[in-house]
Structure formats: structure tokens, C-alpha cells
């Protein structure tokens, strides 16, 4: 059943193309997980993340100034080449500058006739941020009501919560058996999952994530585990870069598993789960998108990720975090030396690389090795 | 080969006095049991104003461009950031800064005076991150941000949502809270009132002297333009630069009316974009060799004044002030919201289109006859959409021309590569070669 999860991520096209064949609804693309997919699932409405295709591309220069993230240069060449043309909308919920202009030049050149800017509040830590995005939410939702031709009340708001609250417990569930001395899943595996339910419609996706989990409860894997490694930062579905450093172990002296993550296509898209209780749906959403963990963007003026990012580490036993970043990320860049310094003070060694997912995966791979190399090291010294 | 006569500002001397008065009095305000703070240069300035009348800021990204003009100074503020851990490639005006504090160095002298408290405000990716590590750095500042990342100003959204500006104007009402509780002083309302009257005179007077460069010859030139739009990212609401600004202005008029040029040979108009790289403003000179002018930007326009543009007309005028002053903290903090919305530099955070709506109407209401674009790679801010803005101004008919620059790290600037570029570009205006 695992593999489900690879071919929804390999073939996400082909999925929602026939999706849509089969179910008559619309289609919309996300760039980025502030988008609140549960008011999207309340209009039946499949909400879909676009993300790039790891491939070099040469089409976006004239649209985008070189000092931008190489992420957002994959994500708008996919619509300049015509790869979503299915969609029916887009949107965005504002994040970083870097991916609203990935957001601004699609909607320029490639519009599928409706397209929304949800200006998604940056003070998150604000006591005011959750009315203010309940009025944007209110907008969101006149405006889908111009797309789909219907209205929705309370109870399909409810219905797009239980949606998404129980895709995001289930990956909960998957992700608490990494903790496991030989985690019955990979870093690869974990990754494929998380970024194959952007791609799918929950409620498609949740009865093969609730066999894998019941499948990962005997489910031995012939490796050993090595090191047990953390990923932090940017926006990352390098599942290539992920396989490389989980074989190291099959052709060096050491290898690792990626046990746990804190990315936008990981954790921080589905870790928090909305706490309806008897109250308005709508603010209910709002508080869930609030108080998630941030984007660095967002996580001011307490740094409140560094926490959970430890707590992660802690939790699932990082032997070493890994921080990457996206060249140019410039959210991740001004917390960078801040993570490291939490993780490291807290006896978590970590490694920095900057990626290009743009950039063939060879080169990380052996820059991780040596970092294994040195967390061997100092594991042979006690 | 002078066409018109030209004679230096006489403000000019008062504009350096009160530019260095402000940096001394940042520095000198504990010595006066004064109180100090640092933020943003969007930062809703008038709501300190209410702590006292002893209550002085330093702004980074002014301060970061007069590191930049320092290039050795600069050069070891950037590297001071770059071994604490910070990429390169981060906004270069902060890098300036958190080097500036790492290496406890004034660019006006002396130990960088730390500040005891931050309060900034928040549209770009690293307005709060700046003073969020600046305060780190600092040993640990007490901060507070403003997120005005609330949506576009009409025409540019149907109209102007109130909750949109109610989440601005709440959070100053909070802010007032926290100034009170980290201070230990009491809030005058009285000041507060007469700061956020005296914001709305000096951008709205700004936007005026901006409009009388409409005037061929044009009265200022943009280096000018940059010694004085200076005082609106400094401290907008400063009584002395809002009258200061209101001097500026008569005698703005005066040259128009005399027909005072501040390019004698004036032969072409063009304008730019972002901040120029601080540190080579000589290419200002350069462009006025060949009798070009640059007649402002958006950017020096529209960064701290305020303005609106007319979707109808495709015009872009200086934004009426409010009928009336506001009366009390609620409604002084609505005001400024609705009134700080609308800055022109805050609409191309939300789609490219509409900078470049201001930007057309600009070309064609200052007369421009090209557009110099520059690529700053020390600012994502106001270089977010600028790749479409040159796409979308070429597609209306203007000439637009690109370097690749720096404002504040003259690494990343080619002088010798830029001026050839632009040579090339005013022949193809129709200018000839300086002999
Ligand atoms: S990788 Fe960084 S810059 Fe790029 S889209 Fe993500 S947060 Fe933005
Ligand atoms: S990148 Fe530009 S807009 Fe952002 S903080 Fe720096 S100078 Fe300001």
C-alpha cells in the first residue's frame, strides 16, 4: 500500500485530471500551506499544491529576478510550461515574498479564469490576527461562491475540518512510528506521503494512510538505520537528496534514516489540527492557520518554532539535524543561526546546506556524509 | 551647453543640520534621560510620540544607506553579519545594521547606541526579523511589530475592508499598551494626536514637492531628491521635518515659477526604481553628462508619500489630507491606518500589476523618456515583481532599461559595467555622447 503514496507524488497530474473526469468538481491550486484547504473541501472543491518538478528550467528568468528562491522558480515554470493546465483557480495565502511572485506571475500569464490573494496575517502572535483573517476568510468564501455557483453554511464547514483533521492524525500516527529503534517507514517513505496528500483528495488518501499505518505496525525493514538524522528549513520535497543519504549506509561505513522532519511539505503543513468544540467553524479555522507552527516569516516577535523544533529532536531521538535551506530563502536565512544555536546548545549537533532544488542531489549527498562521519566520531569517543 | 538656469536649494544647509541633529540626538538621548528606539523607516513612528517629547529613533534602512555610502565602514559591518552566520543574500541595509551593533560601531561615531525597545512594522519577509535579531543582538530588546500586510489600497482591492484597517489600527492600540507597560511612563494622548497629524502633513507634503517635478525643467533631480525624501524614512511624524518639508515646498514652487532647472543641459527625463546603489551615486552624474535628468521613481515618491491613483485617469496625485484632525487615540489610530495602507510602496507586495499601473502613470505625467530599472539584489522587498514591472512596462510603449545592483553591498555593484549599459541606453534615446 506504501507504494500508493509514490505513484499519487509521480503522477499528480495524471490523478487530478481524472479526478476531475470522475467527480465533476473543481480543481484549485495552492502555493502555499497557509491556504485554508478545509473551506476549500466545504465547497467541494479539491485544493491542490503546486510544487515544482526538480528539473533545470530556463523559462521563468524573464519573470523573475535572479535573487529569488530556486523553489518558486520551479513552482512558476510549471505554469508557464502548461503543466497545471487543469486547474480551474489559484490561489495563495500570503507567505513569502519569494512564492507570491511565483503566485502574481502565474496569475498574470496563466490565469484559469479565478484566481485569490488571501492576505493571511503576518502577526500571528497578535491577539487581533484571528478576527482579522475570519473577514478574510469571509471574502475566500464569496469568492468561491463566484467559482463553484453554491453556497455553504456551517455543517459543509465542519465537514471540510473533519476532513483535514483526520488526514493530519492519521500522518500523526505514521509519524510517531519513526520513534521506533528501526523505524518501519523511511525519511523517503515519510516524504512521499505527506507531499502525495497535496497532490490527492483526502478523502481518497485517508483510507490508504489508515492501511499503511495498520501495514507499518509489523512491518520490518531489512536495514540498519544508522544515524538517526532531523530535517529543518525551507520548503523541501528533495525526495532524491532523501534516498541518497538513506543508502549511504549501503555503500559507506555509515549510513542514515531521516526520522523526523520541520518542513512546509512535512510537519509544519500537518501538525496542528483544528480545535472546533462547539464553536464558529470559521473561527475555528482561523485560530488552526494562527496558531500552527509559523513560517519563519510569521514567528515573530518570540522565535516559538525553536521549541517544537527541539522537542522533535528530542522526541524522536535526532542523533543530528540537517538545516537546509533553499538558496535566497530569506525567512529560513534570518532564523538559520538562531536554529543551530538552540539545536547545538541543547546537544544537538547540525549541518547546514543550501539547496537548489534545481541542482542535481549528488554533492549534498556526500557533504551529508561527512557529517555522519563526524557524529560517528563523536559517538566513538564516549 | 546650458538650456536653463539653475541655482542650488537654499534648504540645503537646514536639511543637513536637522539630518544630524537626528543621529546626535539618537545617540545623545540617555545623557538627557531621554528614551531610545530603533524600526523600520514604514514604522508607525507618531505612535511613540505619545511616551514624551524625549523620545528619539534611529531608523535602519536610512541608517543601513549611510553605512553603504561608507564603503570601508560597510565593508566591515557586512562581514561582522556574514561570520555571526547570516547569508549573503539577505536584505543588505540589515546585514549594515546587525554588523553595525556586532562590531559596536556608530557610522556617525563612537559605540552604536543600543536601543531600549524596537518597534517596527512588518510587509516584507524581514522587517520583523531584523530587529527580532536585532534586539538578540542587542542582548535582549523588547520588541513590537505592526503587520501592515492587510491587502491593497482601492482601486487596486474593490474598496477598503474595515477589518482590514481595524487589525492595522488595533495592533497601534496595543502597541500603546506595551509602550506604557515597558516604559513605566504614562501615554499623552495630546502628543500622540499631534505626531499622527504631523505623519499625515509631511507625506502628504512630500507628495506635493514630488508633483512639481511634473515642471520641465524639473526642479529636482533625484540625487537631490534622495538627500531630502530622507526626513520621511526617518521620522515622519517630527514637527520640525513636516514644516521643514512645508519650506521645501515654497520654495519648490519658487523655482518652478522662475523656470530653475536642476539639470542645466536638460534633454531627456527618465526615472528609476528601488534604492540606488548608495555607495556609486556618481552614476546620477554620470546620467546628467549626457542631459539626462532622473525626475524621481516610485520609489523616492512614493515610499514615504502618499498618494492615490485614479484607475479612470490613469492618473496618480498626491492623496487629499483628512478633513478633519482626529480627536482621540481610537480614531487617530484608524487614521493613520487607513491613511498608511495606501502607500504607493506597499501595493506591489500584493501584484506586480499595480506598481506598474503607478509606474506608467508616472512615465507619462513627469514626461519620462526612459525607465532605468535596477535589480537590486540587496532588497527583495522593493524588488519583488520587478522582473513583470519591466515586462508590463515595455508591453505600454516606455524604454526601459535593467542593471544588476546593490544598494548596500558594493560587491555585488559593476560601476564601469552599469555605465556603459546606460550609455548605450541614453543613445538609444536620441541623446549624444558627451564630447
Ligand atoms: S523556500 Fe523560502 S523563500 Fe522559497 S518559498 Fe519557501 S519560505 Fe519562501
Ligand atoms: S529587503 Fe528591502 S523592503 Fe525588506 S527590509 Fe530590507 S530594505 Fe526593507
Redesign the interface.
Known sequence: MIERFREWYENRHEYARSYKERTGRKVVGFFCTYSPEEIFYAFDVLPVRILGSHEVQDVTE???????CPFCRDVLAQGLKGRYEYLDGISIG?S???L??AY??W??HRNPGWSH?L?M???VQ????V??L???YR?LIERLEELTGRRIDDDDLRRGIDIMNRVRRVMKEIYELRKDDNPPITGEEAMYMTCAQFFTDAREFLPVAEEVKRELTTRKLDRDPGKRIMLVGSENDDVEYIRMIETLGERESVGCTVVIEEHCTTTRYFWDEVELGDRDPLTAIAERYVLRTPC??KD??V?TRLDRILRFAKDWRADGAIVL?Q??C??H??????V?KHLQDNGIPTYFL?FDVTVPAGPFAIRTEAFLETLEAEADLF | MAKYPTEPLKCWTKAKELRKNFYRNFDQAHEKGGIRWMGSAWALDAVTCGLGRDVYCITGEPYGASCAFNRPLSARFLTAAEN????R???SYMRNYWGSILTDEYAFGGKFPKADFAFTQ?I???H???Y??A??LEGGVP?????V???PYPPFAAEM?E??V??VA??ML?AIDWMEEITGRKYDDELFLEGCWNDIRSTHTWAKICMLNRAVPAPLDEKSIYSLYVFGTLQKSNGEFADFYEELLEEVEDRVRRGIAAVANEQARVMTDTQPPWGFLGIYRHLETWGAVSIGSLYTFGLEGMWLYDEEEGEFLPRPMPGDKPKTREEACMMLADWHLSKPEYQH?????YKTKMMDAIARHWRVDGIILH?N?GC??L??????N??GLLERGHKVMTY?GNMGDEREFDEKAVTNRMDIFLESLGLKRPG
Not at chain 2, 84 to 87: L, Q, R
Request: glycine fraction near 6%; charge should be negative.
Open positions: 524573464p519573470h523573475l529576478f535572479g535573487m529569488f500570503q513569502c515574498l519569494h507570491r511572485q502574481t506571475s496569475d498574470i490573494y492576505p496575517p503576518s502577526h497578535s491577539k487581533r490576527a478576527s482579522f475570519v473577514g478574510e471574502l519563519p516569516s515573530w516577535p522565535r535551506q538558496k535566497f530569506d525567512p536565512e534570518a532564523d538559520i543561526p538562531f543551530r543550501e | 555571526y552566520g547570516f547569508s543574500d539577505l536584505c512588518h516584507c519577509c524581514s520583523a526579523k531584523w527580532q535579531n534586539c538578540e520588541l513590537f511589530a505592526i503587520d500586510g492587510a491587502g475592508y477589518h482590514r481595524r487589525y488595533e495592533q496595543d507586495f500584493y501584484h506586480p500589476e535589480y539584489r527583495e522587498g524588488s519583488t515583481g520587478i522582473a513583470e519591466r515586462l544588476e
